[in-house]
T-cell receptor, first 114, second 116 residues
Framework: AQSVAQPEDQVNVAEGNPLTVKCTYSVSGNPYLFWYVQYPNRGLQFLLKYITGDNLVKGSYGFEAEFNKSQTSFHLKKPSALVSDSALYFCAVRGYTGGFKTIFGAGTRLFVKA | GAGVSQSPRYKVTKRGQDVALRCDPISGHVSLYWYRQALGQGPEFLTYFNYEAQQDKSGLPNDRFSAERPEGSISTLTIQRTEQRDSAMYRC??????????????FGPGTRLTVL
């Protein structure tokens, strides 16, 4: 069975500092990995994904993520956080389990303080 | 361009009633996905379609839940004999290419279902 773990319910960071939101996964075969962001009372917005190729993926709003196969991780990073980055972040994995369903993590709430 | 739309945006129903939730994907998108999301939690997979074919319905909680996409475009998620535990946000997403390709899913605004 495939699964996603986001070990931190909440991450606090000061504006201008680097941020990391952690994600580990379990899936058979090669994974497709995604990050989505959700602002209050809004839908989910796509940030970035890893399908194949370069392990470092760059996405929207200056975010990036690194695929680490040996550690089965896909941590989200940003060099310099903004207050406007405060939101709920979801990691997701899609792999073959008789179909290609996508499993989402429980989410990590990011607070960026001015 | 137009994104994924869902209707109704809010639905309040009484326990035991049937409800039908509609999803209109982005034009030309071949795959369509249904999720259920509790407040502050990640979306929970329900089912997905490639064109009109339902590929995986393993996430549907029980046989009161069903989904169809008869013409490969609009999809309907139906919940029969609703129960209070069915109350949640129901989200739909679509992707231009098949799920198997890893293509990006674009989400609709969701339908907030409340069962009294």
């Amino acid at each position: 069975a495939q699964s996603v773990a986001q070990p931190e319910d909440q991450v606090n960071v000061a504006e201008g500092n680097p941020l990391t939101v952690k994600c580990t996964y379990s899936v058979s075969g090669n994974p497709y990995l995604f990050w989505y962001v959700q602002y209050p009372n809004r839908g989910l917005q796509f940030l970035l994904k890893y399908i194949t190729g370069d392990n470092l993926v760059k996405g929207s709003y200056g975010f990036e993520a690194e695929f680490n196969k040996s550690q089965t991780s896909f941590h989200l990073k940003k060099p310099s956080a903004l207050v406007s980055d405060s939101a709920l972040y979801f990691c997701a994995v899609r792999g073959y389990t008789g179909g290609f369903k996508t499993i989402f993590g429980a989410g990590t709430r990011l607070f960026v303080k001015a | 361009g137009a994104g994924v739309s869902q209707s109704p945006r809010y639905k309040v129903t009484k326990r035991g009633q049937d409800v039908a939730l509609r999803c209109d994907p982005i034009s030309g998108h071949v795959s369509l996905y249904w999720y259920r999301q509790a407040l502050g939690q990640g979306p929970e997979f329900l089912t997905y379609f490639n064109y009109e074919a339902q590929q995986d319905k393993s996430g549907l909680p029980n046989d009161r839940f069903s989904a169809e996409r008869p013409e490969g475009s609009i999809s309907t998620l139906t919940i029969q004999r609703t129960e209070q535990r069915d109350s949640a946000m129901y989200r739909c997403a679509s992707s231009l290419a098949l799920a198997e390709t890893g293509d990006t899913q674009y989400f609709g605004p969701g339908t907030r279902l409340t069962v009294l």
